[in-house]
C-alpha cells in the first residue's frame, strides 16, 4: 500500500497515481506557514483597495476637472453677464445725463423767456405809466389853466400892484371902524403886499381870494388899531398876537356879484398887518380860525 498523498505534493499540484487511493487529508500547518499565508492575503487585498483607491482617485480628479471646467464656465457668463449690465447701465446713465441736460436748457430756455417777457412788460408798463403820466401831467396843466382862468375872471378887480382893491377899500370904509377907515386910506407896502398875496392865495380854491394888508402907522395909529382890534366881535390870542375878527358887510364889485367877508387883523411894532378874506361862498369863521397859524407862518416867511 502506497503512502497517502502529502500535503505538500498537494499543494505543489502533485495528483495521486492511478491507482493510488486517494483521501482528504486533515491539514495540519505550523503557525508560521499560517502567518506566512495571513500576510499574504493582506497584502494582496491592500494591493486591491490601492489599486481600487487609485481608479476612485482618477474618478475622482476627472470629476474635479470637470467642475472646475463648468465653474469657470458660468463665472465667464457671470462676468460677461455683469459687464453687459454695466454697458447697459452706463447707456442709460449717458441717457439720463443727456435728458437732464436737456431739461437744464429747456428750463434755462424759458427762463430767458420769461425773463424777456417781464422785461417787455415792464417795459410796456413803463410806457403806460409815462402815456399815462403825460396825459394827465397835460390835463392838469389844462385844469390848472382853466382854473387859473376862472379865478382870474372871479378876482379881475383885485390889482397886481399890492395894493387893495375898491371893494375891498369901500367895505372897510363902510365899517364905521377906527382901524378899519385907517387902513382904508392907508398906503399899502408894495412890495411885500405883492409878495404877501402870491404867498397867501397859493393853497387856496378860485373862489377864495386874500388880500393881505401890510402898512406902517404911527404912535396915534399904533392906539387905534389896538383899540379897534379890542373891540371886534372875535379876539384870539395865536402865537402871541392878538388878533381880530371882524364880518364885513357883503362887498359888490362894479359886476354886481355878491361876496363874502372878514377883516382878521392885528399889529406888531409899527405895522399893522391883516387880511381882507373874501369868498364867493358862506365863510365858516372857526375854519376861518383855524387858517390863521398858516397865514402867520406865510406872513413871516415874507417879512421874516
Excluded at 399815462?132 to 397886481?160: I, Y
Excluded at 371882524?246 to 387883523?265: A, I, K, P
Aim: one cysteine or more; charged letters at 25%; aromatic letters at 2%.
Amino acid at each position: 500500500m502506497r503512502r497517502a498523498s502529502d500535503p505538500d505534493d498537494l499543494a505543489r499540484g502533485r495528483s495521486p497515481s492511478a491507482g493510488e487511493p486517494h483521501y482528504t487529508p486533515q491539514v495540519t500547518s505550523s503557525p508560521s506557514r499560517l502567518a506566512a499565508r495571513l500576510g499574504l492575503t493582506a497584502r494582496l487585498g491592500l494591493a486591491a483597495y490601492l489599486v481600487a483607491g487609485l481608479a476612485g482617485c482618477e474618478g475622482s480628479k476627472a470629476a474635479i476637472d470637470g467642475a472646475a471646467d463648468e465653474t469657470r464656465a458660468a463665472a465667464d457668463a457671470a462676468k460677461r453677464s455683469a459687464n453687459q449690465a454695466a454697458d447697459e447701465t452706463r447707456a442709460a446713465a449717458d441717457a439720463a445725463k443727456r435728458s437732464a441736460n436737456q431739461a437744464v436748457d429747456d428750463t434755462r430756455a424759458a427762463a430767458d423767456a420769461a425773463r424777456r417777457s417781464a422785461n417787455q412788460a415792464v417795459d410796456d408798463t413803463r410806457d403806460a405809466v409815462q402815456g399815462s403820466a403825460g396825459a394827465l401831467s397835460a390835463r392838469a396843466k389844462d385844469l390848472a389853466q382853466k382854473t387859473g382862468d376862472a379865478s382870474a375872471a372871479l378876482w379881475a378887480d383885485v390889482p397886481s400892484t399890492g395894493e387893495l382893491s375898491d371893494a375891498a377899500r369901500s367895505a372897510l370904509a363902510a365899517s364905521h371902524d377906527q382901524a378899519a377907515a385907517l387902513i382904508a386910506g392907508g398906503a399899502q407896502l408894495a412890495p411885500t403886499a405883492i409878495a404877501l398875496a402870491k404867498a397867501l392865495n397859493r393853497a387856496i380854491d378860485h373862489e377864495t381870494r386874500i388880500e393881505p394888508i401890510y402898512q406902517v402907522v404911527d404912535a396915534r395909529g399904533q392906539a387905534a388899531v389896538d383899540a379897534s382890534i379890542a373891540d371886534m366881535p372875535r379876539v384870539e390870542v395865536i402865537d402871541g398876537l392878538r388878533i381880530g375878527f371882524r364880518e364885513m358887510s357883503e362887498l359888490r364889485t362894479d359886476r354886481h356879484l355878491q361876496e363874502r367877508g372878514y377883516l382878521v387883523l392885528w399889529r406888531r411894532g409899527d405895522h399893522v398887518i391883516g387880511v381882507v378874506y373874501r369868498s364867493r361862498r358862506a365863510i365858516d369863521l372857526e375854519a376861518l380860525i383855524r387858517e390863521v397859524p398858516g397865514m402867520l407862518a406865510a406872513i413871516r416867511g415874507v417879512t421874516g
